[in-house]
């Protein structure tokens, strides 16, 4: 019955959309799991990796396949398929998707649980000296994706330039920006990912025709098409198809030092000194260019402290790292040829060259430059060495710059290609050098790779994405969500931006503050500018600074939440940041809206990106009640409300039953410790039953979940008018030793009568609107609690 009621569909949508009808089709066979059906002009081989992605590859007459993908690492699993032919059509099924390939006119779809997802168009076509790839769209369905760009949630109706490029003090849109991928997803639930390195376009019904379109310069004629059966789903598989971001330290959810730049050592040590003596907590030190020269121009590519400022680093990173600080070094893949390093490069041959095989040279911003060749093992060996040198130094993390690249002219050449077939995957690989590096040299750290280029899949070598130069004004933070959300989507789920705003000398305390406001409900906490005004809070007035340290503090307390959220991120994909519509998909309202979002399952977030906000609107999905962060105000799912702003916070609210694990403030990520936290629950009657929990681990071992080094505490509640029970249990690993932990359990919004641990009658604290108990729990024992409403 099914599959007659998928026929019926589909000879429906073939009526509605001609393809390619110049494509004659004329024979197929299945083999090793793929179906490969040929036409008068080329080869489709359709390869199944799992129910829910398939992919497609069209090689024209004439062409070999290319067999080498850069974003994808799942190998195809071997997936159940079946193939059925009647008169004019053939159907290739999976457990999930469902290919029908139409015979006269030419035509492939994708369909799955009954429902088509996409159908190509014309399918492969050559122009001039671009090669397309074109497919159906649904009239209403929104589009996502494309990489980093400020646009609007909803993207359709835009020709998105896939090369990347930095946008210098972009405000509220910028169609083309650092890290482009050739990624689609559909509100019909469904993403389509064309799987090719080379610069082009990505062209989302711009003219209005319902078509979807990809056009490259050359390469491979590559996509795969995933479904899902919710947001989350859906992206848990396209990360599984590319690649899943491992868990970083802990300390990165801490808060940064940073500036452009710090000019000596001198800096550094008064700088960590001040956020010491105003006790703001701080875990790392970001060192921009002036840590390898004294001038911006002239100097990039020495890639080695400047021993006239920076006398003794080693001593300097050694004390940074006592206090609980680390150090983040500025690198760029440029080689100036005024710099120290440039004979080097050219002797070891490490550069991209002109057509004769000679280093090509030419002038930007920074000076007369060479690039790395990282695609070539002796350049990817040497930009590495210089990397272990440092990290042997004591250096923290590794901050890769300027890596679209930022001029790479297309008469360049490296060992994989042309300049403009290799220019987006330039910090990909960037990023994967020194993920690899790690992996072999220093295989107990987990590394800090912060880059704001990339492309499809960087997320598996811990890539941390930043949004680049955004201005410091209202418009440059207003972009900031649709930028974090929508990448989020793409896998990239710790992009985040210059706290406070980089690029200007617009001075505004009021945006400073909500800017940071805004930063201790995304992925990375890291103020950064221009030296023009100063970024860090310990140079503020002593107002704004206050203001300042009571986010960075809320921030710190908020650690058992975010680096659950983090463990989550690295296990099934699912971004830090979501957007609302993860809530209600089908609520066609939400489609769009980014100005309010969830901070993992459990925080509503609005932020306030205007000037002098004394109220905004704020929707509450419809799931659960949602209660004040600040006050234990009540607010109705499913309502539409004004609330009135906070000079001191963001409106932020807290899912009905929702378990939110804190901590008290600490001065940088190697203070904490679980022995003593505190876990909020809030209780809404409308929610019965739900659950949470804490990942735990040191914060250091790579892959320490997989080595069975971590403990997982788990809550769950079960609520009635008259009673609620929560229960602790915990899941701990093979190699993890717990410990007892002092758990301050705090109930909201109920009035108690009578509690008890374990049968036992337990003295609580009452409150306003809310109750206190004392748990002592013993190494991750089964624990009751039972409070008599």
């Known amino acids: 019955m099914k599959m007659k009621k998928l026929l019926i569909i589909l000879m429906a949508s073939t009526i509605s959309f001609a393809q390619n009808v110049n494509r004659k089709f004329e024979n197929y066979k299945e083999t090793n799991n793929t179906l490969e059906v040929k036409t008068s002009d080329g080869l489709y081989v359709i390869k199944p990796y799992t129910g829910k992605i398939v992919e497609t590859s069209f090689i024209p007459n004439g062409e070999t396949f290319n067999p080498i993908s850069h974003a994808v690492v799942l190998e195809p699993r071997n997936e159940s398929s079946k193939v059925i032919e009647a008169h004019n059509l053939i159907t290739y099924s999976t457990s999930g998707i469902i290919i029908s390939i139409q015979k006269a006119p030419f035509k492939i779809s994708y369909s799955y649980k009954n429902k088509e997802l996409l159908s190509e168009k014309n399918g492969y076509t050559k122009k001039d000296s671009t090669e397309i790839l074109d497919f159906n769209l649904n009239p209403t369905e929104t589009l996502y994706g494309g990489g980093a760009r400020a646009l609007g949630m909803n993207r359709r109706g835009n020709r998105l330039q896939l090369y990347n490029r930095a946008h210098y003090g972009y405000e509220t849109r910028a169609e083309l920006m650092n890290f482009t991928m050739p990624l689609v997803m559909s509100s019909k639930m469904y993403a389509v990912h064309f799987d090719n390195a080379p610069i082009g376009y990505l062209d989302l019904d711009s003219t209005k025709n319902n078509t979807l379109a990809y056009e490259t310069i050359s390469g491979r004629k590559t996509y795969q098409v995933i479904a899902g059966d ?154 590495w060495n210089i990397y272990k040198n440092l990290i042997n130094q004591g250096v923290g993390g590794l901050w890769g710059d300027l890596g679209e690249p930022e001029v790479f002219p297309s008469k360049a050449f490296t060992a994989a290609g042309k ?169 066609n309202k939400l489609l769009n809206v980014c100005e309010t979002y969830l901070w993992g399952n459990d925080f509503l977030v609005t932020p306030i990106t205007k000037a002098g906000i004394t109220k905004t609107s704020v929707y509450f999905p419809n799931k659960n009640n949602w209660f004040d962060f600040y006050s234990d105000r009540k607010y109705l799912a499913g309502k539409t409300e004004d609330i009135a702003t906070s000079e001191d916070h963001l409106p932020v609210f807290v899912r009905g039953g929702a378990f939110i694990p804190m901590i008290k403030t600490i001065q940088n990520t190697s203070k904490y410790s679980l022995a003593n936290f505190d876990l909020h629950y809030y209780f809404d009657p409308k929610t019965s039953k739900s659950l949470g929990r804490i990942y735990n681990d040191n914060g250091t071992t790579p892959n320490a979940f997989e080595k069975g080094e971590y403990e997982l505490l788990n809550f769950s509640g079960v609520a009635t008018i008259k009673n609620l029970t929560i229960q602790f249990n915990s899941e701990i690993g093979k190699n993890y030793q717990s410990s007892d932990k002092n758990v301050a359990l705090t109930i909201h919004n109920v009035k108690a009568k009578k509690v008890t641990i374990d049968g036992k009658n337990t003295p609580f604290k009452r409150n306003k609107s809310n109750i206190q108990i004392p748990v002592m729990w013993e190494k991750g024992l089964p624990k009751e609690i039972k409070i008599q409403l």
């Open 419 to 587: 300049a403009d077939e290799v220019h987006n995957i330039y910090g990909h690989n960037w990023a994967k050098l020194v993920a690899e590096g790690y992996k072999k040299d220093f295989p107990n750290q987990r590394p800090f790779i912060l880059m704001r280029s990339g492309y499809s899949g960087s997320q598996r070598f811990g890539m941390i994405p930043w949004s680049g130069d955004v201005s410091r004004t209202w418009g440059g933070l207003q972009s900031q969500t649709e930028i974090a959300l929508q990448m989020g989507m793409q896998g990239m789920g710790y992009m985040h931006s210059d706290l406070g705003g980089f690029a200007g000398d617009y001075f505004d305390n009021e945006l400073y503050i909500r800017w940071l406001q805004y930063g201790v409900f995304q992925p990375v906490y890291r103020p950064h500018a221009q030296e023009d005004v100063a970024s860090e809070p310990v140079y503020k007035d002593v107002a704004t600074k206050a203001k300042a340290k009571k986010q960075i503090e809320l921030r710190y307390q908020m650690l058992p939440y975010n680096y659950t959220l983090a463990f989550e991120n690295n296990q099934k994909g699912t971004p830090l940041m979501r957007p609302l519509f993860f809530e209600e998909p089908s609520n």
């Open 230 to 383: 919710s947001w989350a789903d859906l992206i848990s598989s396209y990360t599984d198809l590319t690649g899943k971001q491992p868990l970083p330290a802990r300390w990165t959810l801490g808060n940064f030092s940073s500036r452009f730049g710090y000019h000596s050592e001198e800096e550094v040590r008064k700088t960590i000194d001040r956020f010491n003596k105003e006790e703001i907590p701080v875990d790392a030190i970001i060192l921009d260019l002036y840590w390898f020269g004294k001038t911006v121009q002239g100097t990039m590519g020495n890639l080695d402290f400047d021993k006239e400022k920076f006398p003794n680093p080693s001593k300097m990173i050694a004390d940074l790292n006592d206090k609980g600080v680390k150090t983040v070094l500025i690198t760029e893949p440029f080689v100036l040829t005024t710099s120290s390093k440039w004979q080097e490069a050219v002797n070891k041959k490490v550069l991209a060259t002109d057509e004769s095989g000679n280093p090509f040279i030419y002038d930007f911003y920074f000076g007369n430059t060479g690039l790395v060749d990282i695609f070539k093992p002796e350049g990817a060996n040497w930009f």
